[in-house]
């Protein structure tokens, strides 16, 4: 049952949402006018100005929403999440981005130029994969600490019933750690190695020889903040050289790779472990039939990401020369940790505005909401593969 107020804006447009929707309207609407429309109950998006759906207009779907929430054109009262849930479980009545562009082309408000591409969005420097890109994690380390736990661990963790984050997360390292066969004095190689939380933790409770590589300036300033008790090298993973390692662990750094050079990474794991040894990867992969991080994340948070399904990942570790020992699914730890952190974060919010700005902070917002339904719904998935030579 819907409460309508037909004489906003709202209440024409919420009929044309309702006729592409198949019918009803996930969501209730406010519009610049002070018009409302829609189902009692539901969470209400709110239109600031015609500016959102003129987003939506020149970009049809996800990325137009998204430049209209974070620019602030469009917002959402209540549960952000919530009115994600609604809109995904009305996907089969969704409508395609032809009839949405077609139904908004009718409204002469929306009428208007291309609106300018937020600030906010990236702008590689040179050719996607290069060596010297590290868009994502170039923002202060004091960013992250407003969403991550003590350890700086950005990654998937690995729950228990009465976890805090901060537990999850060195439950998640001891497993990479007991899966390498880690021993007092193993040589480790951490590819990607963020702030350092895989070395630090090894090193600590295992007494292994830790090296961790990142192509981070802010991330290799980290943590020589921490310890002298590890390596860390600025250096890009093609570039690694020396003699083989006692064990090697990446963590969800081979999304970053790209589908033509992950041969080379893997071939690469191959060269630097020596026989015997045993490398951990843990890596998103995208669900069956579904498009993995989708056009938002891509622009806006890790614009090299590339997603398979897990089993091409495998095949291609195969090719180098590897046995895969072991696979296991982590997708339900992931939508919990990304809830964590939106939970840190939206406590921490006004900081996060302070230190980059209220459209940076949006597109954190709506990365760690949707992130995590992404994994909750199996759209996205992670695994760690261990590997053998």
């Known amino acids: 049952m819907s409460e309508t107020l037909t004489s906003g804006f709202a209440g024409r447009l919420m009929h044309l949402v309702e006729e ?19 189902p009692a109950g539901a969470p209400v998006v709110v239109l600031r100005s015609p500016q959102a759906l003129r987003q939506l207009l020149w970009s049809p779907g996800e990325l137009g929403l998204a430049r209209a929430y974070v620019t602030g054109d469009l917002d959402v009262e209540g549960d952000l999440a919530e009115g994600f849930r609604r809109v995904w479980a009305s996907r089969g009545a969704k409508p ?5 562009a077609r139904a908004l082309r009718a409204i002469p408000e929306v009428l208007g130029p291309r609106p300018p591409v937020p600030a906010s969005e990236a702008r590689l420097r040179g050719k996607r994969h290069a060596r010297d890109q590290a868009f994502h994690y170039d923002l202060p380390n004091e960013f992250y600490e407003l969403i991550l736990d003590p350890s700086m661990a950005y990654s998937c963790a690995r729950w228990a019933p009465g976890d805090s984050l901060a537990d999850a997360q060195r439950r998640k390292l001891d497993l990479v750690c007991r899966k390498l066969n880690l021993r007092r004095g193993d040589r480790l190689l951490d590819v990607g190695c963020g702030w350092g939380s895989m070395i630090l933790y090894a090193a600590r409770e295992y007494g292994a020889r830790a090296t961790g590589v990142t192509v981070s300036r802010e991330q290799r300033a980290f943590i020589r903040t921490k310890s002298a008790g590890v390596e860390v090298r600025l250096q890009d993973y093609r570039d690694i050289t020396g003699e083989p390692y006692d064990a090697i662990s990446s963590i969800e750094m081979g999304e970053h790779v790209g589908e033509e050079n992950y041969p080379a990474f893997a071939a690469t794991l191959f060269r630097m472990v020596k026989p015997g040894g045993r490398v951990v990867v843990q890596q998103r992969s995208r669900g069956a039939g579904e498009p993995g991080g989708g056009p938002f994340i891509e622009r806006y948070i890790a614009p090299d990401l590339h997603l398979r399904q897990v089993g091409e990942t495998i095949a291609v570790f195969e090719e180098a020369g590897f046995e895969a020992v072991h696979v296991e699914s982590m997708r339900e730890d992931y939508a919990r940790t990304a809830h964590a952190w939106h939970e840190t974060f939206e406590f921490r919010y006004d900081r996060a505005v302070a230190l980059v700005g209220a459209e940076l902070a949006r597109v954190w917002r709506l990365y760690l909401v949707g992130g995590g339904l992404a994994f909750e719904r199996g759209r996205m998935g992670v695994h760690q593969i261990t590997l053998a030579r």
Do not use: H, I, N
Request: aromatic share 16%; no cysteine; hydrophobic share 50%.
């Open 96 to 100: 395609g981005k032809a009839a949405l």
């Open 20 to 38: 592409l929707f198949g019918g009803f309207s996930p969501v209730a609407l406010r519009t610049w006018d002070g018009g409302f429309a829609g």
